[in-house]
Structures are given as C-alpha cells and as structure tokens.
C-alpha cells in the first residue's frame, strides 16, 4: 500500500471531519437533523471552482468566500425552516439538498473572464480543476475548525445549544434565545460544509452534481451518529474510522459495502449512543490518569529543628 494511497485515505477524511465536524454542530450539539447538507458542500465546490478557474484567485481565498456564500445560504434557510420542529425541520432540509443538486444539474452557463472562458454545463459538470488540495494544507484547516469548534462548544453560545437540544421549551423559559442559537449552529455548520466542498473539489480535479445525492447526505449524519452526537472526539474517530473502513474492505469486492453497512450496525448495537456516547477524550479516566498530576502528602522536614535537646 503505497503513500500516495495512504495520502488519498487522509485528505478524504479531512475534508469529509470537516463537514461532519459542523453536523455535529448543529444535529449533535443542537439536535436538529439534518439531511440535506450535501446541498451545502455543492454550493461550496462550484463557488469555490468559480473563484479560481474563472477569477484566478488564490486557493485559500476562494474557499473562505465558498464557506461564506454557503453560510449566507444557511442563514436563509434558517429564516425559513428553524421554526419548523421535528420531522418538518428534516423534511425541508432533504428538500433543499436535493434542489440544490438539480439546479446546478440543470444549469447551462458560459461567461468569458481574463480572457478564458468558463462553462457550466450541467449534469457534464467541470473538468481540469486545479489540484491544490495537499495533505498538509487540509490538516491544518482541520486543527483550526476543531479548535474553534471546541472553544465554541465551551462558550455560552454552546451551552445555549445545547440546552435546546435538551428542552427547547425550557431553554426558552430560562431566556435564552433559542432561535439565534438555532440560526448561529446553522450558520456554522453550513460554513464547515461550504469549505469543505471548496478542498473536494481541488482534490478530484472534477466536479459532477450526481457527487451530492442524498445518500452523502446520509453519510454525514451516520458518521456523526455512529462516532456519537454531542462529542468531537466522536466526531473525529466515526469520520476516520468510516472513511477508511470501505478502502480496507476493497479486497472483498462488492462485499465491501455490505460488511461495511454491517459493521456499522453491530456498533449501534453494541454502542447505541456512538463510540464516544456524547464524552471526550479528557472525560476518559485513561486520559486523566495520564495528565492528572496526584498530589502526594507533604511530610514535615527533618531537619532536627523540633527536636528535644
């Protein structure tokens, strides 16, 4: 198994933690599901792929405004959507995913801009993308989000999710704002995606709308399940852990997906609440044995000075 292979494996799970990384934003620390974040990381990659084939701007560039214009998307649908509860919440979010996806595989475009022309041409997609996306670059994008995500989690913003994920009705009656909490968790998890999409689609090279069905959609939101809501340590090994599992499974064929659907039922089976069960790592005893100094008790000085004489 050569790096170059291994490298594939990793950039793929980068960009993918990045996406189930702001899910778990908003389904496992807000508890609203949702199954149409496909759309977001579509209107990321075509955004980002605008950017820089037809503007020629720099990579890192185009996938802030990526992130920002799927963000802007987010905020929209949440002005519509966020006082929806329940099914209707998911039912509406499959809807958009999926709209999104038929627009740009309907969308016959040309435009000339210095002095190249650049089409959309539906279903066809796009071709001959540069590839800037690298092992290292899309590691770092990933320590900065998970970091953010962390310190987000531990502000007041993250505890206001995530008592609306507990009682919507009760988080309301204490005062907080359960609708800019809802709106701030879409946003965010709508920015992950659009990045997200920027770094797949300078790492394929290639972009077709079939890319982002709903099953990806359903991906996602099995990954954040299966690795546990409420915790990006789970977040971070059901990511890892489902990406490469379908590769180790290649040996077998077309079994592979049968055995890797299987394993993933065993786990809720046997872990119903994810590998991580909402905790992190600092939460495990291992951990805090290892970084947890004990404190010894501190015996007097014999240095003779109590003595009798």
């Not at 579509?42 to 890192?60: D, E, K, R």
């Not at 979010?93 to 002095?115: D, K, P, Y």
């Not at 507990?166 to 009656?173: P, T, V």
């Amino acid at each position: 198994m050569s790096w170059y292979y291994i490298e594939g494996i990793l950039i793929q799970s980068c960009y993918t933690l990045l996406i189930v990384l702001g899910l778990s934003i908003l389904t496992g620390y807000t508890g609203m599901f949702s199954f149409g974040h496909a759309g977001f990381v579509c209107i990321g990659a075509y955004i980002a792929v605008i950017c820089t084939m037809s503007f020629g701007l720099p990579y890192l560039v185009a996938l802030i405004i990526a992130g920002l214009v799927a963000m802007a998307l987010g905020a929209l649908l949440g002005k519509i959507t966020l006082n929806l509860k329940g099914d209707y919440f998911c039912i509406a979010t499959l809807g958009v995913g999926e709209a999104i996806r038929l627009i740009f595989n309907n969308l016959q475009l040309s435009w000339t801009a210095n002095g190249k022309e650049f089409v959309l041409d539906g279903a066809k997609g796009i071709a001959s993308i540069p590839l800037k996306t690298t092992f290292v670059g899309s590691l770092v994008i990933v320590l900065v989000f998970v970091t953010a995500t962390a310190l987000l989690m531990n502000s007041k913003h993250g505890r206001s999710m995530l008592a609306v994920r507990e009682d919507e009705l009760a988080a309301q009656m204490s005062g907080i704002n359960t609708f800019r909490s809802k709106m701030l968790a879409m946003c965010m998890s709508a920015l992950y995606a659009g990045i997200a999409g920027g770094m797949l689609a300078h790492y394929f090279g290639y972009l077709q709308p079939k890319m982002f069905m709903m099953v990806k959609s359903t991906e996602y939101t099995i990954m954040v399940i299966f690795g546990g809501m409420g915790s990006i340590t789970g977040a971070v090994l059901g990511t890892v852990l489902l990406c490469a599992l379908p590769e180790l499974l290649r040996a077998v064929g077309d079994w592979r997906l049968v055995m890797y659907g299987l394993a993933v039922i065993i786990i809720m089976i046997v872990r119903p609440r994810g590998l991580m069960g909402g905790k992190e790592i600092t939460d495990l005893k291992i951990f805090r044995a290892l970084f947890t100094a004990k404190k010894k008790p501190t015996l007097p000085a014999e240095d003779g000075s109590g003595a009798d004489s």
